[in-house]
């Protein structure tokens, strides 16, 4: 690996932990540090996203290991209740399209990114060929947590919380 992937990813391992740790410390935190919090960490893990490289993997498939849900409606409920009126908005799910305003969840986005980070950072720790890790974490923010990232960030600052 070179030395410029090695930046790269590091940069978005601590991105990403910094948001995993944000997002833990959400009881201990008022509302208005937490979004502030939560802003912060996903502006700084959508820029180091979009420095991973475009690489094919070495292998055919990649073994996941299936979704938490009751993890997952356990945090989202505890963010739910945390961000309380904040958490609805609307938003158009494709800006490319005439859709019609679609309604998105705060603590859902939040949720959503935060357990495809650590599934994907418990990845690594398999073992796997360095090359699918990292088509696995771009593959995983181009195809579904980059979408909730944005969605969250723009209501965030919507909200003008600071």
């Known amino acids: 690996m070179t030395d410029n992937i090695s930046i790269v990813l590091d940069q978005f391992r601590r991105a990403a932990r910094n948001f995993i740790q944000t997002v833990d410390s959400a009881a201990d935190m008022q509302l208005e540090a937490f979004l502030s919090g939560v802003s912060r960490s996903l502006a700084e893990l959508y820029s180091s996203a979009l420095q991973l490289p475009a690489v094919e993997p070495d292998t055919s ?89 944005l969605g969250a960030l723009a209501a965030i600052y919507d909200r003008q919380i600071e």
Do not use: M
């Open 61 to 149: 498939g990649i073994d996941t290991t299936p979704f938490a849900i009751e993890a997952w409606a356990k945090l989202y409920n505890s963010l739910r209740e945390k961000i309380g009126s904040l958490d609805g908005y609307w938003r158009t799910f494709d800006s490319t399209d005439e859709d019609s305003p679609v309604q998105g969840s705060l603590a859902g986005d939040i949720s959503e990114i935060y357990f495809d980070l650590k599934e994907d950072l418990q990845l690594e720790e398999t073992g796997i060929p360095q090359a699918d890790f990292l088509w696995e974490l771009r593959c995983s923010f181009r195809t579904h947590w980059g979408r909730h990232l």
